[in-house]
């Protein structure tokens, strides 16, 4: 029998309380799960691939284990999400939804991505504690001033002090974010 593999992929820039709550639903419908860490060329990058990567790893191992859940590893890729799913055999990416305006454009994504790479697409709806959460919204509360500590019950503590550590430092790409006008 064919083991059933899903690609979680997003730029995860930063990982937030509603992405692992989506992950999280996702581990007991598959066998395995990775969670892909992209590049998305319309965004400006606050963290460097490999720190994402590393918040990622360490956020996926602290997990709750157990028999019926999927195990998820986490992986870095460059490219199309599809050729990504492809090069891993994967039968299905998981995508959130946290509200309307998310299931009108993942749904289109969805249909070109079964229709250029034979890849089905299974939504999940987020918890309604992260209907509104953003990693964007959460990049102009840091990289604007406010106050990070606000954002704890939909932010992971790691998560929050590599935002802090940010916050102070001039040279950080929070800072030049915020100068350019480009933290969305």
Same mark, same amino acid.
């Given at each position: 029998? /064919? @083991?059933?593999?899903?690609?979680?992929?997003?730029?995860? =820039?930063?990982?937030?309380? *509603?992405?692992? =709550?989506?992950?999280?639903? #996702?581990?007991?419908?598959?066998?395995?799960?990775?969670?892909?860490?992209?590049?998305?060329? %319309? /965004?400006?990058?606050?963290?460097?691939? @490999? @720190?994402?990567?590393?918040?990622?790893?360490?956020?996926?191992?602290? !997990?709750?284990?157990?028999?019926?859940? #999927?195990?998820? +590893? &986490?992986?870095?890729? /460059? $490219?199309?999400?599809?050729?990504? #799913?492809?090069?891993?055999?994967?039968?299905? !990416?998981?995508?959130?939804?946290?509200?309307?305006?998310?299931?009108? $454009?993942?749904?289109?994504?969805?249909? +070109?991505?079964?229709?250029?790479? =034979?890849?089905? +697409?299974?939504?999940?709806?987020? *918890?309604?504690?992260?209907?509104?959460?953003?990693?964007?919204?959460?990049?102009? &509360?840091?990289?604007?001033?406010? =106050?990070?500590?606000?954002?704890?019950?939909? &932010?992971? /503590?790691?998560?929050? @002090?590599?935002?802090? +550590?940010?916050?102070?430092?001039?040279?950080?790409?929070?800072?030049?974010?915020?100068? %350019? *006008?480009? &933290? %969305?």
């Amino acid at each position: 029998m /064919k @083991e059933h593999i899903a690609i979680y992929a997003g730029s995860f =820039d930063p990982i937030t309380n *509603g992405h692992l =709550d989506v992950l999280q639903r #996702a581990r007991g419908m598959f066998d395995r799960i990775l969670l892909g860490i992209g590049h998305n060329p %319309d /965004k400006p990058s606050l963290f460097a691939i @490999e @720190e994402r990567e590393e918040m990622a790893q360490e956020l996926v191992s602290a !997990l709750e284990q157990g028999p019926d859940l #999927a195990e998820v +590893t &986490v992986h870095a890729y /460059k $490219g199309l999400t599809v050729d990504f #799913a492809r090069s891993e055999d994967a039968s299905a !990416l998981i995508r959130g939804i946290r509200n309307v305006t998310d299931l009108s $454009g993942e749904c289109q994504l969805a249909i +070109t991505n079964r229709q250029v790479a =034979d890849v089905e +697409t299974v939504f999940i709806v987020t *918890g309604e504690s992260y209907a509104f959460t953003s990693s964007g919204l959460i990049r102009q &509360v840091a990289g604007l001033g406010g =106050d990070i500590d606000r954002l704890r019950s939909i &932010v992971p /503590k790691s998560v929050i @002090e590599r935002l802090r +550590t940010m916050q102070t430092d001039p040279d950080s790409p929070l800072r030049r974010m915020a100068r %350019d *006008g480009h &933290v %969305d």
